[in-house]
């Protein structure tokens, strides 16, 4: 199998810049490739997710919700296409492709610590740090572009699960980054310290040169099988997913029982138009989502997420202790505290409104004479479709998680005839309600006239 050249291109605009920077810095080369790999790291990360969101096929998997509640995406249809270049992007995927960013974000907490407090400052005064910084984001924005269009063109989003994009080893390195990044600080030092600055400056250079080109023939090394279509990809993939499955074992709450990697396909609807429809109320929505937040999922479907709870639990208890610093009269670390834990809620709540946005948001409810449709009016995909007769133990929610806070809508909620256990559910809308409408008795009589129970 050939070589690809873009994904070794991908891999030169980094280490071009880790080269130069490496003769430029002397001394402190190695702490300059170790930051210029940080910010390709950071990309890294950011292309998964983004790969991820490509993907066509889904397996049964459950990531844990610890902080991540996009379980009502599970089974969301349809895609959207953002540029010619690259595939749609199908919401579906949105939980396991920010799963990885979200992660990023903690364990980023540490790295940016050791940058600040034991990176010399003459690196930070250094006149070449902004245009490392610039050429090194450029550098690492122009890779990433680069394997998004190769993996494109090579159609491995239509074959690939997302759980299958995961350059485990990467992924892992990211997560003891912080401490590399000590180490080529305090090797740095020590060399500094014990010969002089210009004595190791050949040392340092030689060091981070030998990184770079060791990288370099890594990236050449896996560019002929990275994106290959031959026969042996399927075996590649399978054993990618059962890397996967050990590495990430530790973010999961469960895994469901083995399906087969599925498209989920629209479910059948009537041609005629509707003799009605219905949307949910936009404000109800972002409300939802807010309430959501700090719910720990219990609205729309009432699927308390233990993890979630768990977690608000311990916010609400670290903000009470933030209260003892306030009662010992230091301001400061109870401004600290406080400050962060406030902040990760404001978080969560944008991700939920993001969440209910993307699940409920563009949704009409279509009446037809014989079943109720929900349509995705921005995806431009049916969501799921109940005959009448198949509707049973309609009720109506008005309070507050049927309509948020002081939302004046309501959620029409039924059971189903036909309706198996959620874990069976491998292509189907397993929700079985009508959510954030103005009216919510007038919906609830309108099934029943037709054939609801």
């Known amino acids: 199998m050939t070589r690809n050249r873009r994904v070794v291109l991908a891999a030169l605009s980094v280490e071009t810049v880790a080269a130069v920077s490496a003769v430029v810095y002397g001394h402190l080369a190695i702490v300059a490739v170790a930051v210029l790999y940080w910010i390709d790291l950071l990309f890294l990360m950011g292309r998964v997710g983004v790969q991820r969101l490509f993907a066509r096929r889904t397996r049964g998997v459950e990531i844990l919700r610890l902080l991540l509640p996009f379980r009502l995406l599970k089974h969301k249809r349809g895609a959207v296409t953002l540029t010619d270049r690259l595939p749609p992007v199908y919401p579906k995927n949105l939980p396991v492709a920010m799963a990885t960013l979200w992660w990023g974000l903690p364990i980023s907490v540490p790295i940016v610590a050791v940058a600040a407090f034991t990176i010399p400052g003459a690196f930070w005064s250094n006149p070449a740090t902004p245009l490392l910084l610039v050429a090194g984001t450029l550098a690492a924005a122009a890779k990433s572009w680069l394997i998004l269009q190769e993996y494109a063109a090579t159609g491995a989003h239509e074959r690939e699960s997302p759980l299958a994009v995961n350059p485990w080893k990467r992924l892992a390195l990211f997560v003891f980054y912080g401490g590399i990044l000590y180490l080529a600080t305090d090797f740095t030092a020590s060399l500094v310290t014990d010969n002089g600055v210009e004595s190791p400056r050949s040392s340092a250079i030689a060091v981070a040169l030998l990184l770079v080109v060791l990288r370099l023939a890594y990236s050449v090394r896996v560019s002929r099988t990275r994106f290959g279509t031959d026969s042996g990809v399927e075996n590649r993939d399978r054993e990618v997913e059962e890397a996967e499955d050990g590495m990430l074992s530790w973010l999961r709450s469960g895994i469901a029982p083995e399906q087969e990697t599925a498209i989920l396909a ?188």
């Open 266 to 453: 629209p479910p059948s609807t009537p041609d005629r138009r509707p003799f009605e429809t219905v949307e949910p109320e936009s404000r109800s929505i972002r409300l939802a989502g807010v309430l959501n937040a700090l719910a720990a999922g219990l609205v729309v479907d009432d699927r308390l997420s233990d993890a979630g709870l768990n977690l608000r639990v311990l916010v609400i208890l670290l903000f009470l202790f933030s209260l003892l610093f306030l009662l010992d009269g230091s301001v400061i670390p109870f401004l600290f505290l406080s400050g962060c834990l406030f902040g990760l809620l404001a978080v969560l709540a944008v991700l939920s409104i993001l969440h209910m946005r993307l699940a409920l948001g563009g949704v009409e409810y279509r009446f037809h004479d014989t079943e109720v449709v929900a349509y995705d009016s921005n995806l431009g995909e049916p969501q799921w479709a109940v005959p009448y007769d198949c509707i049973r133990d309609i009720s109506v929610e008005t309070g507050t998680f049927g309509a948020p806070l002081w939302a004046d809508t309501g959620t029409v909620s039924f059971e189903r005839v036909d309706n198996p256990p959620e874990d069976a559910l491998d292509d189907r809308e397993p929700r079985s309600s009508i959510a954030f409408v103005p009216d919510p008795e007038r919906v609830a009589e309108l099934i029943r006239s037709r054939g609801g129970r």
